[in-house]
Nanobody
Framework: QVQLVESGGGLVQPGGSLKLSCAASGFTSSSALMSWYRQTPGKERESVAH???????YYEDSVKGRFTISRDNAKNTVYLQMNALKPEDTAVYYC?????????WGQGTQVTVSS
């Protein structure tokens, strides 16, 4: 059974850092397109970053230079290192895996950036 479990969210002050984790089970995450999305109330879920099976990465413009997506194949886990956090980064962050035509989502983890 495919499962994605996010962790690492929390409350952080502006300028601070957090590292989110997405632990995958039921499939090999290194063979999938793994992505991080975020969503705030009343808005559509938006893509933040993704990493391909070949290791290529993509970042949404507002997070370039501040966020880094990576993976540990031995742990079957994908990470999102978030630095220089801003209040507008506040959202629920979701992990997504795409394998062929199958898309799977985690339950999300809340990130709040506030002083």
């Amino acid at each position: 059974q495919v499962q994605l479990v996010e962790s690492g969210g929390g409350l952080v002050q502006p300028g601070g850092s957090l590292k989110l984790s997405c632990a995958a089970s039921g499939f090999t995450s290194s063979s999938a397109l793994m992505s991080w999305y975020r969503q705030t109330p009343g808005k559509e879920r938006e893509s933040v970053a993704h990493i391909t099976s070949g290791g290529g990465t993509y970042y949404e413009d507002s997070v370039k230079g501040r966020f880094t997506i990576s993976r540990d194949n031995a742990k079957n886990t994908v990470y999102l290192q978030m630095n220089a956090l801003k209040p507008e980064d506040t959202a629920v962050y979701y992990c997504n895996a795409i394998r062929g035509s199958v898309s799977s989502w985690g339950q999300g983890t809340q990130v709040t950036v506030s002083s």
